[in-house]
């Protein structure tokens, strides 16, 4: 699963979800792969105000990835300033570095903890479930 | 005609195999009328640097399936929305569904994408999906007024890869049952999601949800308009009209502010 897709997910217990905690859930025993895909400017573009930044670099720095810059890029900072004008835009070392982090990089197996009731999620073959034992629901 | 994403690589006796229902969903998405809608309610950025006020839409398919609504969506996002930034999100119940729905998605998109498929989870309905993060919601229920299967094997059966013929031959339409018998009315499940739409929608969310005559849709809608005000509910799409009945419908939820 990528790590994008963490920016959406959450405990799925009911009580959780109103406790800030509950989100991000946080990776435990990860094995993480890389699956490279082309890297599409306007769509990075487009996220960058979708991202949670604060807890995205929580989440990289416990999965001991790069630390992200302190504060949310704009738009312009995934622009190469050296793209000449006129010519199409190229990519920043920011925009393939959010790239590499959210795109390309998957969690493979481990488990995804909530920090407020500490359920684990487990991830298997990339794949995570949220299903919860019968009790829980 | 929008091309019809390939399900070939999908086995059909423990996954649902796209049908009617399917189909209706993507009529509706690519209709006219939709197209407009949603072109409407998520224009595109208009200069390259104005996406904080129109960012990329998530579109969440609950019950993926075979995943050929997700993927057609994911395959036509530019068509249906006019932009290239959608990102697509599945859940599936099914192990199997999830696979075969993540797959299904890979084939359907062909670059240049207009979309960006995040993955395929398994979970109950949107349980795990953050709070007010969808702004495309699209579900094809379990709505057969059929008994609910017995979920205390469903890990089991989610894990276990290797087992008898009998046993394989049990969980296989022990999954197809979770596809599609809905409980009293077909609508215990569907009640259950309604429940988690007004959490899981942005401002800007909209919903689509099929719905069978035995749901008693016109009451659907009505319980859905008076959750709040400015809660829409409107049928969208219909096939297999008979003697005045519509079989099947795709009823669109969202909210007016305006209202
Ligand atoms: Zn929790």
Redesign the pocket.
Known sequence: MKLLTLNFLT?A?KT?KSTPA?FPLHPRDAELEIAETDLNLAFLKSILARLLWPELRTICSEFGLPTLPESRPEPADLVDPDSSEGEEESPSQTARDLHRVLLETCMREGKLV?G??G?EYAVKEGVANFLLPAHLV | MLPTPSTTHVCFDRVYEPAEDSYLLLDTLSSPSEISFLHNRFPAPSTNDAHADSPAPLVLEVGVGSGVVLAFVAANAHTLFGRNDVLTLGTDLNRYACDAAAQTVRHAVTAPASSVNLDIVIADLATAIRPRSVDVFIFNPPYVPDELPDFSRHETYNTTTTMGKSAAFERDSYLLRLSYAGGEEGMVVTNRMLEQIPEILSSRGVGYLLLCAQNKPEEVKKTIRAWAPGWMAETVGTSGKKAGWEKLQIVRIWRDDTC
């Open positions: 405990c217990i959780c509950s909530c407020n009731c359920h």
